[in-house]
């Protein structure tokens, strides 16, 4: 099918609207659902004031439907990615440029992989995606933005980008992987002998007097949304200083997505004490947000880690996404996992030396995946 050769911005994803967006979106990531990036729009969390100023980009098919979409955001700041670019930042503006505004293709807040170069099915994908990545180079041009970044894409989206020219940039993640696993402890079996005690034991020791319970669906309330906002609240003030996402934010999630919705909450005599959200995918179980009002050994891994595994067994799942960062979760079965992002700089006074650094920096990481799981697997040798 042919396309216009148009590309149209829209500056709120309301103005491309549900059906149109989730044609080529889909609905098997949560993360670029249209219920999802509308919400972050609605409570103001994804806006021109926190500086993620929405730029969608919409291309349209000869019939005048749209036919590919792309999540776009003018940022001001690089906060809230989860792919640090705050050095090249910081480099460019003591050599005189100026690095603020960029244009991000992300889903705001969420170090998730998923699809950024949104195509309808019936849409040839290439020529989709040619579309969309011209009409955010063009849109860098007119608003005089640094470059574009492509954040936590797929990875046939990852080496699209790379061959039409962007800087290919990968990290890692750690990701639990269900090798078919009926039960929890059909898993504890795949595991080293000393994994499994202490396994056992740092989940003895967390659920020692509390009450584990997880809720979706019809079961979540305002009063949980409540409860686990506290938590989050407690976390982000502590980690970061300023939380991305305000109450209006979850009651939004609930209320859209509850059946994508799946929190962990503990709870010590009448009184949720902390908490972990998830959110269901077609074939992932993501772990986002996490907090607590009182610490307890092993509580964190017991809610974001152990139960997020017993319910990917239990929901058919292939894997569970963790989030960012932390070596702990290779203890816990959570293996090393590529993460790409993708990058045009305008300038090659810039673009040159990331280039160059990105180049060491993706042989170090494959390196570095590698030893990990060598020296670090938790599994028996012979699985």
Partial sequence: MNLKPAVRIHRRINDIGKTAWTACAGEGNPFVAYDFLDALEESGCASDRTGWAPHHLSVEDEAGAVAAVMPLYLKSHSQGE???????????????????????????????????????????????????????????????????????????????????GLLARQDQQYHWVNAGYATFDDFLAALSSGRRKTIRRERRDAQAGIEIVAVSGADLTEDHWDAFFAFYMDTGSRKWGRPYLNRRFFSLLGERMADRVLLVMARREDRWIAGALNLIGDDCLYGRNWGCLEERPFLHFELCYYQAIEQAIRLGLKRVEAGAQGQHKIARGYLPSPVYSAHWIADPMLREPVARYLDQERAGVQNEMAWLVEEYSPFRQET
């Avoid at 998923?114 to 849409?123: E, H, M, Q, S, Y």
């Avoid at 063009?138 to 470059?147: N, P, Q």
């Fill in 82 to 164: 989860y792919v640090f670019d705050w050095s090249w930042a910081d480099a460019y503006e003591r050599a005189g440029g100026r690095y603020y505004p960029k244009l991000q293709c992300a889903s705001p807040f969420s170090p998730v992989t998923g699809p950024r170069l949104l195509v309808r099915p019936d849409v040839d994908a290439d020529e989709g995606r040619r579309m969309l990545l011209g009409g955010a180079l063009t849109l860098c041009e007119k608003l005089d933005a640094s470059g574009l970044h492509v954040t936590f894409p797929e990875e046939g989206d990852w080496r699209f980008l790379s061959e039409a």
